[in-house]
């Protein structure tokens, strides 16, 4: 079955440096989502990537979709103390369908 | 997007016994979908609950388990049955709209 691979588990920067978490599927994906998880949290959902090589940027944070549309990734520009928590990617099929989540990648920020 | 209200927000069961957990969304949906995850893990699908057809219920678990109901567009419920120390996890139900999937705030299960 479809299955979606997120690395690297854990990352550890001090404040102020840049953050990348990479996200790869077995299979061509209709779209991409990423959710943020805060401690103690549930997942809020961030953005979602539709066409091949698209390239989203929020603030600080910049997504992007591979051409072949089965990998992704996650860039947080100069980290800060509220970027704490575990970033998913989510690989889906249509609009409303179930949604398969790569295993996450944990950010922990270093004053 | 839609809001969901997930209760309870936490319970502390005993082994053997059942607990049912709510989630009520402000908008009508077509789908629902419910979540577990353990402690610093991932979200594994449990089941997708659609109004008036039974669940569809993913690789490794089955409906005596977890029964799921789905009276109507806005409302679902997830038992876990027979607990066992096991099953102590987070459950999540969570609904899709056009450009992304909203979660409720999560039951966390502790079973002795």
């Known amino acids: 079955g479809q299955q979606v691979m997120q690395i690297p588990q854990y990352q550890h920067v001090q404040e102020g440096e840049d953050f990348t978490t990479y996200c790869n599927s077995s299979?061509?994906?209709?779209?991409i989502q990423w959710y943020k998880q805060r401690p103690g949290g549930h997942p809020v959902f961030l953005i979602q990537?539709?066409?091949?090589?698209e390239v989203k940027k929020q603030k600080r944070l910049t997504f992007q979709f591979g051409e072949a549309k089965k990998n992704s990734s996650l860039h947080i520009t100069a980290t800060q103390t509220t970027d704490v928590g575990t970033y998913f990617c989510?690989?889906?099929?249509?609009?409303?369908?179930?949604?398969?989540f790569g295993k996450g990648t944990r950010l922990h920020i270093l004053p | 997007s839609a809001v969901i209200s997930q209760k309870p927000s936490r319970d502390i069961c005993q082994r053997g016994t059942s607990l049912t957990i709510q989630c009520q969304v402000d908008?009508?949906?077509?789908?629902m979908f419910w979540y577990r995850q353990q402690p610093g893990q991932s979200l594994t699908l449990i089941a997708t609950?659609?109004?008036?057809?039974?669940?569809?219920?993913e690789s490794g678990f089955v409906i005596d388990k977890f029964p799921i109901s789905r009276p109507n567009l806005t409302f679902s419920t997830l038992t876990v049955s027979n607990m066992s120390p096991e099953d102590s996890s987070i459950y999540l139900c969570?609904?899709?709209?056009?450009?992304?999937?909203?979660f409720g705030s999560g039951t966390r299960l502790t079973v002795v």
């Open positions: 299979t061509t994906l209709s779209n």
């Open positions: 989510a690989g889906g099929g249509l609009s409303g369908d179930k949604i398969i």
């Open positions: 609950a659609n109004q008036g057809s039974e669940a569809t219920y």
């Open positions: 969570s609904v899709g709209w056009d450009y992304g999937y909203t």
């Open positions: 908008s009508q949906v077509t789908m």
């Open positions: 990537l539709v066409k091949s090589g």
